[in-house]
């Protein structure tokens, strides 16, 4: 943390403590009793739902099954792009990919799912909730293959659930292992003149070592390797797994990779290879037989997941007009923490009134908060902070980490009832740092003079034209030490911790999801789903009682029915 110079899913200790009100009484009612505008928002609500059926009727099969061809590329971003993103090209979001594959587990139609992995994959937090999620479908019996014409270990972490992977014959396999690393700058810096002035609270916080240094410190190389080792084991455990290898294999696997695709098929890394054109007959081996109602040969019919996320998987069905549905809020807090009302990062004004409006909205029973984040301004976190702490009181809140949720981003997740991060997940870093950077080598350079008076014995202190004096960098130390002594209280009163048991694991120091969970940061493994799953239990959600999903920040978009335009069926 700087120093400025948690659809409807049928998914399954603080509840008691909370305001329930039981679904028969007058005051529930009364809640529940839509307004003249929440009515005109059920109506086009329900017109939504009406263009969805329609188009669902037009372009989906009626008499045949179908497999769903799902495009993965790069990192997947939290939400859908904004515009029609619904080209037979274009990708899903994180969270509707999952709303696709939990749809799809349940929907008789789909014989199948196809992943076309277009191009590396990234995010291991992201790929672990993914890969979860696609073994959950295998496990309701429906198949899954993968095809990508390369794959790194990332990559291969998520296509090795897939009961079926392939490659061209010119593919490959770039399986060489994890590499973790880090720019420095210090060298840059003093060439350019440049020299920065850092003070840290915590010796494992090493964000400023960039600055300061032109390698690790010992205590960041410590941190980084442990974070390593994490995120070795469970690539290797993963591709050990789905592909039925010894772990003790996979990593002399690693060590003599890459590989080109005959000789990935001959280790057992994919079944085999095949060009996109003979896909078809591929998936029609794997392809369930027909039920009566719909006889005729094993066939595999592609639908694009775009398309049938825009009209099924995505449909929150009719809404009542005059009694509204429990909502549970989906809010995703990405970015760099600031202060201010931007629309960069997770500003604290904006985020504020977006998470005071979630608390004063009665409909809204509980709160999951999807964070990413590697922290930022000291204030704004703490401000954020007090604005997860207040929903708590009234309205539970579960926090999902993504792939990082570090530093100022722990210190607001720590206000939750519950956080739950994947073992891949980079969180902690429990520190302050701060600084700023001296330019008098460069002025001196140039020939730039920078003269002034002063009233006040440390005025210059914020001046970027001179070091800090000893007394000036005292004082920044001085306060430095007043914030994390508050980031350790907070932390110990969400977390249900002393302060010394916080302290032990502060620092600085970041940690997996995986040790994170073994030393009481956060609660458990899991993604999206697995939060979504928590809050609509603490909240008092029956199993199959329907909730509507909000997601937070509203995104400008077309109307929801526009991106059925222009789909086509297609590997």
């Known amino acids: 943390m700087a120093q400025p110079g948690k659809a409807v899913h049928g998914l399954s200790g603080t509840a008691a403590k909370r305001r329930r009100l039981p679904p028969e009484t007058p005051q529930r009612q009364a809640l529940m009793t839509n307004s003249p505008l929440e009515i005109a928002r059920q109506i086009q609500g329900n017109l939504t739902h009406a263009v969805r059926r ?52 349940d929907d008789p139609q789909v014989d199948g799912v196809l992943l076309r992995i277009t ?70 810096l003093e060439r350019l003149g440049l020299a920065a002035e850092v003070v840290r609270v915590g010796r494992y916080k090493s964000a400023g070592e960039r600055f300061t240094r032109d390698r690790m410190s010992r205590e960041a190389r410590q941190q980084v390797e442990a974070l390593a080792d994490d995120l070795y084991v469970e690539l290797v455990d993963a591709i050990a797994a789905g592909r039925r290898i ?103 004004e904006r985020y504020r009134e977006l998470l005071d409006g979630v608390r004063c909205d009665e409909r809204v029973r509980g709160v999951v908060l999807r964070v990413d984040s590697g922290g930022g301004d000291a204030l704004a976190s703490d401000l954020l902070w007090r604005s997860v702490a207040l929903i708590k009181r ?21 206000a939750a009832d519950e956080v739950l991060a994947e073992a891949g997940s980079v969180t902690g870093s429990i520190g302050v740092v701060g600084g700023k950077i001296n330019l008098e080598g460069l002025y001196e350079r140039v020939g730039v003079a920078k003269d002034g008076v002063e009233r006040g014995a440390r005025a210059g202190l914020l001046s970027e034209s001179r070091a800090f004096t000893h007394d000036e960098k005292a004082a920044v130390r001085e306060e430095m030490a007043a914030l994390y ?41 899991g993604g999206p789903l697995e939060a ?6 603490r909240a008092g959600l029956a199993a199959d009682e329907r909730a509507l999903i909000e997601r937070y920040p509203h995104r400008p978009r077309l109307p929801a029915w526009t991106p059925l335009l222009r789909l086509v069926p297609g590997r």
């Open 119 to 188: 191009a590396p994959l990234s995010g291991f937090s992201k790929l672990l909730s993914l890969r979860r999620a696609i073994l959950r479908l295998r496990e309701r019996g429906v198949p899954v293959a993968a095809y990508a014409e390369m794959l790194d270990a990332e990559s291969l972490l998520l296509a090795s659930a897939a009961e079926r992977l392939w490659l061209p014959e010119s593919g490959n396999v770039f399986l060489v292992g994890l590499r973790l690393e880090s720019f420095f700058l210090r060298g840059a």
């Open 394 to 414: 009234e309205k539970p809140v579960v926090v999902s980490m993504g792939d990082v949720v570090a530093s100022g981003g722990y210190y607001l997740a720590s």
């Open 485 to 525: 002594e508050t980031f350790l209280d907070r932390v110990a009163l969400g977390r249900g911790l002393s302060v010394a048991e916080v302290r032990d694991v502060a620092a600085g120091r970041v940690w997996s999801g995986l040790r994170a969970s073994r030393v009481g940061l956060v609660d458990g493994i």
């Open 532 to 537: 979504l799953q928590s809050v609509r239990r």
């Open 246 to 348: 010894a772990p003790t294999a996979v990593r002399d696997l690693i060590d003599r990779g890459p590989y080109h695709a005959r000789a990935a098929v001959e280790a057992g890394l994919v079944d085999g290879c095949l060009y996109p054109d003979e896909l078809d007959e591929a998936l029609s081996r794997l392809t369930r037989e027909p039920p009566p109602e719909r006889p005729g040969p094993r066939r595999a019919y592609a639908v694009e997941a775009t398309l049938y996320h825009a009209v099924r998987a995505g449909d929150r069905g009719w809404r009542p007009l005059w009694d509204g549905l429990p909502r549970v809020a989906y809010v995703v807090a990405h970015g760099l923490i600031s202060r201010g009302t931007g629309h960069r990062g997770i500003c604290s």
């Open 54 to 105: 329609i188009v669902d009727r037009a372009s989906l099969p009626r008499d045949r099954g179908f497999w769903l061809t799902l495009r993965l590329a790069g990192s997947l971003e939290e939400h859908q792009a904004t515009g029609l993103g619904i080209g037979r090209h274009s990708t899903l979001g994180l969270f509707e990919v999952l709303e696709t594959l939990e749809a799809a587990a």
